[in-house]
């Protein structure tokens, strides 16, 4: 048909399907001794929301300044919507709407003013549409009655709605949102969730950093692991979740007696330290659990095992939090 | 990916680099600096130090108790156009400089420490043009400053002496419109000594993100500056700072006014100007978003 058509497929597999919205190659950045990121191999695929997820000072923070050309790493290369960073800046960032660190406004100005401020240095807004932009992102994060009290007197949650608010300006290719819901109650979570959704629906690329893994598994559709500065898994949700094969933990006194009662009813089962170990291979929990009590096994407790994600998740924070 | 696109936004294209009008740039920073509410009161107050250097003479000499002998304080009685320049020569020596630290200070550290810096630069805006736009907005309070000082010392001569009687120290007396244009000379010669000022203030604004700092510096530098100036031994290096041309600035009241003196005193400045906006680009280049 037309000569794109025409790519080897040796060469473009890999570079056509799908393409990517960032990408970043060996990426490395020390601070004097300090090892903040190494070795961050990051793709963010095109119209994807991708989860980063790690503890806090895993990197997640670094990484996307280095992505916004804000920070110099120290090796590697950065990508931004297939151009090079930070040399590519002046190209590039118009398309592209970040919160990072944290709202930054002026105390002293409303937050239309602020708002103002922000739109003006917009490359790609219109002049003639900077009082009319404002409005509507102020309309869209719930902040049009707040709008011309002063920044100093906002709530914590209204700083983080305004900060919203300047990434939602203009339409863009891809937008950042480093910890979007700290600091936000409930009904703030769920609307910077809702925003989300909407950008993706609209095919923007959404890149958001959090170190709550529900956050992740409520917002996202990709996710990449970060761990004392380097990416540890990265990949779908859906597959990283589903990693391992499924399984369920019974906690029981009469682990012989079911352990005989599963393998009369071709129930794969051992035993384990406090109970019993079930490989869910053609049978289903309900079915595993009626075999158990018609055996007139005593059973504490029953639960799925963790995913491969909340697995290593789980693994990390833990080590963190001791 | 894009089949599961549900209502694309219609977005520009991505293949050249785009920025926004210098001009909304400016005028932005211009309304940002002007609605800072330090700023206002910073120039209210340096404003009304005319009225009170006039008012305060007028009832020293009306009690007797005026200054005797000779030099700017003493020509003010009876010669309202002295007034602003005198009033320009005493800000000149502290509060100004003050004025220009401050701006500087907002300008680069106050943004930073605000998180403001990291917006413009991810708009984005230039580091180049980032400089250029503050430069302008601090430029812009000094030069708003100075203006507002001369047209209140002059209203304040105006009303007190009337408009006769323009006097310079050499004897002879000038048209009021001779009057005004050396007024116009002093602001320009003493806006562009305060600029170089707020450059070096301005380099140390880009180096921190505590305005406190830049403050401070420029405090101190001012200070030790005038204690240099008055060492004898020191006097080989008197030439090259900025402060120790300052008292230049009452050659405007002379007839026929000599220039030497202003002009060499502006090319200093000239250079401290230079050396001050390069530091800060040279740290502006480089440094973390």
Known sequence: MTSTSLVEPGVGAALAAPTLAARTRGLRKTYGSTVAVDQVDLDVPDGAVLGMLGPNGSGKTTTIRMLLGLVQPTAGEVELLGHPMPGGAQITLPHVGALVEGPGFHPFLSGRENLRRVASAEPLMASSAIASSVAEALERVGLSDAADRRYRGYSLGMKQRLGLASVLLLPRRLVVLDEPTNGLDPAGTREIRRVIAELHATGTTVLVSSHLLAEIEATCTHVAVLHKGSVVAQGELAELLEAGAPALLVSTPDVEASLDALRDNGIAARSTEDGLFVELIGTTAPQVVRVLVEAGAGVHEVRRRRTGLEDLFAQLTEGEAE | ?289
């Open chain 2, 1 to 289: 990916m894009t089949a599961a696109v549900v209502d694309s936004v219609e977005r520009p294209a991505l293949d050249r680099p785009v920025r926004a009008p210098l001009g909304r740039l400016l005028a932005s920073e211009l309304r940002w600096v002007l609605r800072r509410p330090r700023t206002v009161i910073a120039i209210v107050l340096v404003a009304c130090v005319p009225v009170l250097i006039g008012v305060g003479t007028r009832i020293a000499s009306n009690a007797g108790v005026g200054p005797g002998g000779g030099g700017l304080f003493a020509s003010l009685i009876g010669n309202g156009f002295v007034l602003p320049i005198l009033s320009l020569t005493l800000l000149l020596t502290m509060l100004l400089p003050l004025l220009g630290a401050m701006a500087a200070a907002d300008a680069l550290a106050g943004e930073s420490a605000h998180g403001t810096l990291r917006g413009l630069l991810m708009a984005p805006v230039s580091r180049a043009r980032l400089l250029g736009v503050k430069a302008f907005g601090v430029g812009a309070t000094v030069f708003i400053a100075v203006v507002a000082i001369a047209v209140v010392g002059l209203a304040t001569g105006v009303v007190l002496v009337g408009t006769d009687g323009l006097i310079t120290l050499s004897g002879n007396t000038l048209s009021f419109g001779d009057a005004l244009a050396r007024i116009g000379l002093a602001v320009v010669w003493v806006t562009f000594q305060v600029w170089a000022v707020a450059a070096i203030a301005l380099a140390v604004s880009a180096f921190t993100e505590h305005p406190l700092v830049v403050m401070a510096a420029t405090l101190a530098g001012a200070l030790v500056f005038g204690i240099l100036t008055v060492i004898p031994q020191l006097d080989w290096l008197q030439p090259y700072l900025l402060t120790s041309t300052w008292t230049t600035i009452t050659d405007v009241l002379r007839d026929p006014m000599p220039w030497d003196g202003l002009v060499n005193s502006t090319l200093k400045a000239a250079c401290y100007l230079v050396i001050g906006l390069g530091a800060a680009y040279a740290r502006l280049s480089n440094k973390d978003g």
